[in-house]
């Protein structure tokens, strides 16, 4: 598939501070964008994660080649889908259960573009970009493992 | 120098978050710095960057295989992303 004749805005935050889903939307569609479909993802912190009750959640990542890798992924989703604009929030420090942790958005003239990638971005996001989980629960605390469901949703796209 | 960066379960496990190690003459790769960290600081460091998962990046960019490095490189070390 041909990409649009304007190359999309791409938009990369990493941030502690909580975000609004909305003013993030509204973001999006500035400009030239609005047409079409918009697409987005909110992943939330997990209340339990392999049956333990998560207390604190907290993120940690390599500043500099986060923005980078998660601008690499939505760049090479836009080689793959004619997107408008693509947009990732993503936070780090202390996250509590229920709070949003990353935010993924994409504007597209067609709704299969906007649907494929944003699913795209967050499967890359999930096995590329350089962020790691700490669990701290019921006085304990500890490293979340790398899903091997993780890697094999992201490997789907090496196909098409 | 090089500014090398430990992340997360890594940097955990050797205590050290970054480190400038000295240029040497003659130059360096990649797995030679990982040999020389190890056997300049010793069994703990070995086992952790031995680690089968560990990613290696150079320049903020991952590194599949062994690579030539350059004076003023940035490498880190790290374990599997846990992201999204």
Redesign the interface.
């Known amino acids: 598939m041909a990409g649009p004749a304007q190359p999309p805005r791409i938009t990369v935050k990493v941030q502690q501070q909580d975000f609004d889903v909305g003013q993030l939307q509204a973001a999006l569609l500035s400009g030239a964008a609005a047409e079409g479909a918009v697409t987005t993802f909110t992943?939330y912190v997990r209340r339990d994660n392999e049956s333990r009750a998560v207390e604190v959640l907290e993120?940690?990542?390599?500043p500099?080649?986060t923005e980078?890798?998660i601008e690499a992924i939505a760049l090479q989703a836009a080689t793959r889908w004619p997107l408008l604009a693509a947009s990732v929030v993503?936070r780090v420090g202390a996250l509590s259960p229920g709070d949003q942790?990353?935010w993924v958005g994409v504007a597209s003239t067609h709704r299969e573009a906007a649907f494929s990638a944003c699913e795209f971005i967050?499967d890359y996001?999930?096995?590329?970009?350089?962020?790691?989980?700490?669990e701290y629960c019921e006085g304990s605390e500890h490293?979340?493992?790398?899903?091997r469901s993780?890697s094999a949703r992201a490997d789907r796209w090496k196909q098409g | 120098m090089l500014k090398v960066l430990f992340f997360a379960r890594v940097r955990e496990q050797l205590g050290c978050a970054s480190l400038d190690y000295d240029w040497p003459e003659g130059g360096l790769d990649l797995d030679a710095l990982q040999a020389r960290l190890c056997a300049e600081r010793g069994d703990s460091w070995c086992e952790v960057l031995g680690q089968d998962n560990i990613i290696r990046a150079v320049n903020q960019v991952v590194a599949m295989d062994n690579r030539v490095l350059c004076d003023g490189d940035e490498v880190a070390f790290f374990p599997p992303v846990t992201g999204g």
Do not use: N
């Open positions: 992943g993120l940690e990542h390599y500099g080649m980078a890798s993503h942790i990353v967050m996001l999930k096995t590329r970009a350089p962020f790691w989980k700490k490293w979340v493992s790398a899903r993780d």
